[in-house]
């Protein structure tokens, strides 16, 4: 059983800056494909980014060249950094780790992109 747990989110001006971590205790992190996902309101969940065991990167396309994710095996950790960010961006974001058929969420954490 993996644990996921989400932070660095709050609140920040359109072309702001924020760094979102996910700390994953519990399981072998280094095996797992970590994700990012968002869910804004009244929307359903989409997928933001994918960082794989073996650290190929893929990002949706409104976010590419904006955000970035990586993966620290040593710390059990994967970051989401978030450039150049948009009021469209607001959201919940949810940390995932997957292997084959098994999957495992963190709780979330709010990003708010407001003036």
């Known amino acids: 059983q993996v644990q996921l747990v989400e932070s660095g989110g709050g609140l920040v001006q359109p072309g702001g800056s924020l760094r979102l971590s996910c700390a994953a205790s519990g399981g072998m992190f280094s095996i797992y494909d970590m994700g990012w996902y968002r869910q804004a309101p009244g929307k359903q969940r989409e997928w933001v980014a994918v960082i794989t065991s073996g650290t190929s990167r893929n990002y949706k396309y409104s976010v590419k060249g904006r955000f970035t994710i990586s993966r620290d095996n040593a710390k059990n950790t994967v970051y989401l950094q978030m450039d150049s960010l948009k009021p469209e961006d607001t959201a919940v974001y949810y940390c995932?780790?997957?292997?084959?058929?098994?999957?495992?969420w963190g709780q979330g954490t709010q990003v708010t992109v407001s003036s």
């Open positions: 995932n780790a997957r292997r084959e058929t098994i999957e495992y």
